[in-house]
């Protein structure tokens, strides 16, 4: 069974920057699809950003692209998501996914929270 595990959330200002982290283990790392998403209070929870089993492709929200960038380490079985110029509205939890690339149904961590204050 994978388990996921995110840190490095926190509060910052407005045009500040966080990298997340999320460790996965229980499972070959470099078998998954890795993916954040996030849930802002009363909304649903929003895909953020993916990236394939080898890295060579990344997939970002409108909302963030060009502010936000997901990477991974497979010898560290680790997925990062660095976010620059943060905006209130950037304010979730945000969770780590993985999926193996023939299923749509996508594993969770706990999340970790980012509050961005204006």
């Known amino acids: 069974q994978v388990q996921l595990v995110e840190s490095g959330g926190g509060m910052v200002q407005a045009g500040g920057s966080l990298r997340l982290s999320c460790a996965l283990s229980?499972?070959?790392?470099?078998?998954?699809?890795m993916g954040w998403f996030r849930q802002a209070p009363g909304k649903e929870r929003e895909f953020v950003a993916a990236?394939?089993?080898?890295?060579?492709?990344?997939y970002y929200a409108a909302s963030v692209k060009g502010r936000f960038t997901i990477s991974r380490d497979n010898a560290k079985n680790t997925v990062y998501l660095q976010m620059n110029s943060l905006k209130s509205e950037d304010t979730a939890i945000f969770y780590c996914?993985?999926?193996?690339?023939?299923?749509?149904?996508?594993?969770w961590g706990r999340g970790t929270q980012v509050t961005v204050s204006s």
């Open positions: 229980g499972r070959t790392f470099s078998y998954y699809v």
């Open positions: 990236i394939t089993e080898s890295g060579g492709s990344t």
């Open positions: 996914g993985a999926r193996t690339n023939d299923s749509t149904s996508w594993a």
